[in-house]
């Protein structure tokens, strides 16, 4: 594809053999293509056929300096230029046959010769007109002539100023809406109210109709963005507006003002006396861009000659001149988008066509993308959590204070936003719970029991002691340290957190959480996890349950049950079980040098045991205790009951547990497992232990 793509061809059986393309026009091209002229150049590019164009040109040598207009632009920077001219004596009536049909053709619904004159050009070159009835912008001023009784002479200028719309104005526009404007919309006004919308819409009082005798042809280049900014605000859309949005170009305004006129003789025997006013301030210069003639090669990947390349850029208004091995290329003002040596490669390559440069491969070497462990390591745990039925949520990184006081943090823990969203997001979080918690809250509408979890950011004060330490220097002997400003920035770190909530208040929740974070840890590599009880903690932990764990006697995370006071502060009466664990800490895993081996052939023998014990006698303890006893050929004593309550005793608990026996290099036999089983006894009993049972 060389440009455009034709949407749909319409043949017309109207007695005229007309053929309608409907062309898809990209935005990018929309400047300078969203015209007949513009799609014409394109074709005789692709073609290489010459464009043919008609001498529109205005013979100014009988015309008079204006003394019947005066312009005055008073924001150059929304209007770049505004070109005007005066018509008199035209003669409004039907447009002809041939120009009624070519308006309909194109969509656009015949008036009168005048307006259809201003479509007529916005359609063939893409520049908007409009024309203002002279007479009805100033009509105290026009005086007789005294020989030939024709209104043909003024005794003062009528002005057209281009401004900012002043508070309270309004506008009476041609669809016969009031529409109310303040100052970020630019109007064309007469010295006493606007006349129209730049840009968008005339206005209605000030049209051209029957009974007009005098005309205002104008054309004029506004900034695409205030353009769209009055269309978007005041609901009000228009031919002009989507053209003047896309910017189009500045060069056109005196090209459609001359078209225009010339029309305007043919087919309302008008005749201008005076010539056109061009208020251009900044006149818009032609881009010029050279380059290496090798570059095209680079770029395209094939060789083309310097004179196709002539023949190709040519056709497209771009002119072309060699220095040597380098081509001087002179960007038309049309070409809003062309900017920079790509650009153009580019423009040489699709009209060449890209069906005809060949395929080759790559002359570069294909490096495989380094791997990042960060990431590798977010879509490992996102598996695994999926695969064990936990739901993946995503918070705000802002809390507000109260979620902060709920959780029992310190406010002055927290960096405090300036400019933040609400007063619920004021805060940047230091921990993940206070979201999960309002998670489960929520999804305790609907389900007694569920597991969700979240990957993010959390963002922690830097600690200054520890940040003196890091900047004090032996030579700076007993000088204070400096402390610079991205000291001060929060110490962000990637938090893996999850919460399991069941309403079912007598269920071993904080043991289940626990094979869950054992679940995630082996998958990810880690062995010879153990766990410890800690005390001094965050206070939104229930104490007696939480636990820290270890791996290598490095502490890799928490998990324990929420205090009840900080459920009931979210409105949760369910108990909740939470995790949290450091992504960093999670990296050091040795499932990268992991080795596997052979499953092993012989059979387990698992016994259960269920045993008394003191309240207070932690299961790290007693899973210790087990183990040392044969860690050969014990493999897991793991926990599946805890009871407390009748029969038992004050302050006792029965925990029960399955203990599974295997060997490496044969099958166990029930007396050899008998004998580990009795001396797993006597070691529970040192723990004051009392088999039941």
Same mark, same amino acid.
């Given at each position: 594809?060389?440009s ?5 061809i319409?043949y017309q059986? /109207? +007695? ?12 990018n091209?929309a ?12 074709i005789?590019?692709i073609?290489?056929s010459k464009l !043919? ?13 204006n003394?019947?207009?005066?312009i ?8 770049r230029?505004?070109s005007?001219v005066?018509i008199?004596?035209?003669?409004i009536?039907? @447009?002809?046959?041939?120009?009624k049909?070519r ?5 656009v619904?015949?008036? /009168? ?6 479509n ?6 893409g ?9 009805k ?7 007789q002539?005294?020989i030939?009784k024709?209104?043909?002479r &003024?005794?003062?200028?009528t ?5 900012r719309?002043?508070? +309270? ?7 016969d ?9 630019l109007v064309?006004? /007469? ?11 005339g206005?209605?009082e000030?049209?051209a109709?029957?009974n ?5 042809f104008?054309?004029?280049? =506004?900034? +695409? ?7 978007? #605000? ?6 002009s507006?989507?053209r ?10 005196i090209?459609a003002i001359?078209m225009?006129?010339n029309l305007?003789k *043919? ?10 006013i061009?208020i &251009? ?9 050279e380059f290496?003639f090798?570059?095209? *090669?680079?770029?395209?990947?094939i060789k ?9 850029l ?12 380098k ?8 070409r809003?988008d ?5 650009d153009?490669?580019e423009?040489i390559?699709?009209?060449?066509g &890209?069906?005809n440069?060949?395929e ?11 791997q990042? !462990?960060d ?5 490992s745990?996102?598996?695994? =959590?999926?695969?064990?039925g936990?739901?993946?949520v995503y918070n ?19 960096f ?12 940047m979080?230091t @921990?993940l ?6 998670n $489960?809250?929520?999804?305790? !509408? ?5 597991q969700?979890?979240e990957?993010?950011?959390v963002?922690?004060k ?16 007993t ?10 920035l ?7 957190a +999850?919460i399991?909530?069941d309403k ?7 043991y ?13 590599g ?5 766990f410890?009880?800690?005390? /001094?903690?965050e206070p939104f ?8 764990i270890?791996?290598?006697n490095?502490?890799i995370?928490?998990?324990g ?5 900080v ?9 909740a ?9 999670l990296?050091?895993?040795?499932s990268d @040098?992991k #080795? ?13 045991l269920?045993?008394?014990f ?6 790290a303890?007693?899973?210790k205790a087990?183990? !040392? ?8 004593a793991?926990p599946?009951d805890?009871y407390r309550g009748?029969?038992?005793g004050?302050n006792?608990k029965?925990?029960?547990f399955?203990?599974t026996?295997? $060997?490496e ?6 007396e050899?497992?008998g004998?580990i089983?009795?001396?797993?006894i006597k ?8 088999i039941?049972?």
């Amino acid at each position: 594809m060389h440009s455009f793509e034709v949407e749909n061809i319409i043949y017309q059986n /109207n +007695g005229f053999d007309n053929v309608i393309f409907e062309i898809d026009i990209l935005p990018n091209r929309a400047h300078d293509c969203l015209s007949h002229m513009g799609v014409a150049r394109e074709i005789a590019a692709i073609m290489n056929s010459k464009l !043919k164009t008609k001498n529109e040109k205005l013979k100014t040598k009988d015309l008079k300096l204006n003394e019947l207009l005066k312009i005055k632009i008073e924001n150059e920077e929304l209007c770049r230029r505004y070109s005007a001219v005066v018509i008199n004596n035209v003669k409004i009536k039907e @447009s002809p046959n041939w120009l009624k049909r070519r308006l309909e053709s194109c969509g656009v619904r015949p008036i /009168n010769n005048v307006v259809d004159i201003t479509n007529y050009v916005m359609l063939a070159l893409g520049q908007p007109m409009h024309a203002f009835d002279y007479d009805k912008i100033i009509t105290r001023n026009k005086i007789q002539d005294t020989i030939t009784k024709q209104d043909t002479r &003024y005794n003062n200028q009528t002005e057209i100023i281009i401004r900012r719309a002043k508070k +309270g104005e309004s506008i009476l526009a041609l669809d016969d809406k009031v529409y109310k404007l303040d100052e970020s919309d630019l109007v064309i006004a /007469n010295e006493t109210k606007p006349i129209a919308i730049a840009g968008v819409m005339g206005g209605l009082e000030t049209a051209a109709d029957e009974n007009t005798k005098n005309i205002i042809f104008e054309a004029a280049n =506004f900034q +695409g963005t205030g353009i769209r900014k009055t269309s978007q #605000k005041l609901k009000l859309a228009s031919e002009s507006s989507y053209r003047f949005e896309r910017e189009i170009d500045p060069e056109l305004t005196i090209k459609a003002i001359e078209m225009a006129v010339n029309l305007t003789k *043919e087919l309302a025997n008008g005749n201008i006396s005076e010539e056109i006013i061009d208020i &251009y301030p900044n006149p818009v210069k032609a881009r010029e861009i050279e380059f290496d003639f090798s570059r095209i *090669e680079k770029l395209a990947g094939i060789k083309i000659e310097k004179e196709k390349v002539k023949e190709i850029l040519q056709p497209l208004q771009f002119e072309v001149s060699e220095r040597g091995e380098k081509l001087k290329i002179a960007i038309p003002t049309f070409r809003i988008d062309v900017e920079k040596v790509n650009d153009v490669i580019e423009e040489i390559a699709r009209i060449y066509g &890209y069906e005809n440069i060949p395929e080759s491969n790559a002359l570069i070497e294909m490096k495989s993308v380094a791997q990042n !462990k960060d990431l590798e390591m977010e879509k490992s745990v996102k598996k695994i =959590f999926e695969g064990m039925g936990f739901i993946e949520v995503y918070n705000y990184s802002f809390v507000g204070e109260k979620d902060i006081k709920e959780i029992g943090l310190p406010i002055d823990s927290h960096f405090e936003l300036q400019n933040p969203l609400s007063e619920e997001l004021k805060f940047m979080r230091t @921990s993940l719970l206070s979201g999960l918690l309002s998670n $489960a809250r929520e999804n305790l !509408k609907y389900k007694d029991k569920f597991q969700l979890f979240e990957l993010g950011r959390v963002y922690l004060k830097n600690d200054k002691q520890e940040i003196a330490n890091r900047l004090h220097s032996p030579e700076a002997g007993t000088m204070e340290p400096v402390f610079g400003p991205a000291d001060m920035l929060p110490n962000e770190k990637k938090i893996l957190a +999850g919460i399991v909530v069941d309403k079912n208040k007598e269920s071993d929740l904080f043991y289940k959480i626990k094979g869950q974070a054992e679940k995630l840890l082996e998958k990810l590599g880690f062995d010879k996890l153990s766990f410890a009880e800690i005390s /001094n903690t965050e206070p939104f932990w229930h104490k007696g349950r939480l636990a820290e764990i270890f791996s290598k006697n490095k502490s890799i995370g928490r998990i324990g049950e929420i205090h009840p006071s900080v459920l009931s502060a979210f409105g949760i009466e369910s108990r909740a079980g939470y995790f949290e664990f450091d992504l960093e800490n999670l990296l050091v895993s040795d499932s990268d @040098s992991k #080795k596997y081996k052979k499953i092993n052939r012989f059979p387990e023998i698992k016994l259960d045991l269920s045993v008394v014990f003191d309240e207070g006698v932690k299961w790290a303890d007693i899973e210790k205790a087990i183990i !040392k006893t044969d860690s050969a050929l014990i493999k897991t004593a793991l926990p599946f009951d805890i009871y407390r309550g009748k029969g038992l005793g004050d302050n006792k608990k029965s925990i029960a547990f399955r203990i599974t026996y295997q $060997a490496e290099d044969r099958t166990l036999k029930e007396e050899e497992v008998g004998i580990i089983q009795e001396k797993i006894i006597k070691e529970l009993e040192k723990l004051g232990g009392e088999i039941r049972n």
